[in-house]
Each structure stands twice: as structure tokens, then as C-alpha cells.
């Protein structure tokens, strides 16, 4: 009996794990706050850069029309290029958002799994049959090495969509600057 109380003990520290697992991915929001902050600084240094086009594209208005025109094609053929690529990414993203979903999805039937084996091992303790509840025992064991492996799963799948989400973001931006680049470039040579 002793064991089985060791035994619920130890399935109940593991659900304050997880449960402070859970309250971790609040700091997932700070991180994301973070990175707003350096999308901010990224702006900044976008305006400073776009400032430094101006001034190229006033060199550049001294250049022979027909070199300049063979550049603005060759700017055109990339940014359709990276316009592509934008597409794709923001396929990738939605992708990994749904993935995303499907795993919390898994990981609240796990907790619901986890909450039955609780309020099963509250009646192991009324049970009498020592076979019988050391069965049930066991199960309940295997039951908690299962759900804190996928909750192991569920936080590095969480942290590696972050990190795409951030990337993306960072790579989406970089993108647009470049679209206005080009079309502040288009437009000042026509």
C-alpha cells in the first residue's frame, strides 16, 4: 500500500511539472515581445537604409538610361523571385501553426487521460485486492512515463515553431524591404 501511495505521489509531482511546463510557455510571450522590440530596430534600420537607396538612386539617375533599365529588369526577375519565396514561406508558417495545433490537440487528450488515471487511482485506494490494484498500478505508471514523454515532445515542438515563426517573420521582412526597394527604384527611373 505504501507503494501505491509512492506511486500516486510521484504521479502527482509529475502533473506540477507539467503544470509548470505550461505556465513556461507564458515566457514564450515575453520572447515574442522581444522580438517585436528588434522588428522595431529592424524598421529603424530599414528607414536609415532606405535613405541610403535615395541617394544611391540619385548617383544612378546619372547612369545611361539603358543601364539602367537592363538593372530594373534584372531587379524585376528577383523580386519576382523573392515574392515566391514569401509565398512559400507563409505556406510554411500556416503549415507549421496547423502542426502546431494538431499537438496540443494531442497533448489535451493526454491530460484527459492523465486526469481518469487520477480519479482511478483515487479508487485504488478502495480497492481490496492487492493483485487488482497493483495491475492498476502499473498502468497508471506507464500511463505517467507516457504522458511526460509527450509533453518532452509537445515543449520542443513548441520551441521549434517559435524559432520558424521568428526566422519567417525576420525573412518576410527582409522580403517586403526589399519589395519597396525595388519599386522606389522602378519608380524613380521611369
Known amino acids: 500500500m505504501a507503494s501505491d501511495e509512492a506511486n500516486f505521489q510521484t504521479l502527482l509531482d509529475d502533473a506540477r511539472n507539467l503544470v509548470e511546463s505550461l505556465k513556461d510557455h507564458g515566457e514564450t510571450v515575453t520572447v515574442i515581445s522581444k522580438e517585436v522590440t528588434l522588428l522595431d530596430k529592424n524598421l529603424e534600420s530599414y528607414n536609415k537604409h532606405r535613405e541610403n537607396i535615395e541617394v544611391i538612386n540619385e548617383i544612378a539617375k546619372r547612369r545611361p538610361r539603358d543601364t539602367t533599365i537592363l538593372n530594373s529588369l534584372k531587379d524585376s526577375e528577383r523580386l519576382k523571385a523573392l515574392e515566391r519565396e514569401n509565398a512559400q514561406l507563409h505556406q510554411a508558417l500556416i503549415d507549421h501553426?496547423?502542426?502546431?495545433?494538431?499537438?496540443?490537440?494531442k497533448y489535451r487528450q493526454q491530460m484527459m487521460k492523465f486526469t481518469e488515471l487520477k480519479n482511478n487511482c483515487d479508487t485504488l485506494n478502495v480497492l481490496k485486492n492487492d493483485e487488482e490494484v497493483r495491475r492498476k498500478s502499473e498502468k497508471i505508471h506507464e500511463m505517467a512515463t507516457v504522458i511526460q514523454r509527450a509533453a518532452a515532445m509537445d515543449d520542443e515542438a513548441v520551441n521549434k515553431e517559435y524559432e520558424t515563426i521568428a526566422r519567417l517573420r525576420y525573412e518576410n521582412a527582409n522580403l517586403k524591404e526589399l519589395l519597396k526597394i525595388a519599386n522606389n527604384s522602378c519608380l524613380k527611373t521611369q
Open 97 to 105: 501553426q496547423l502542426a502546431l495545433e494538431l499537438i496540443m490537440s
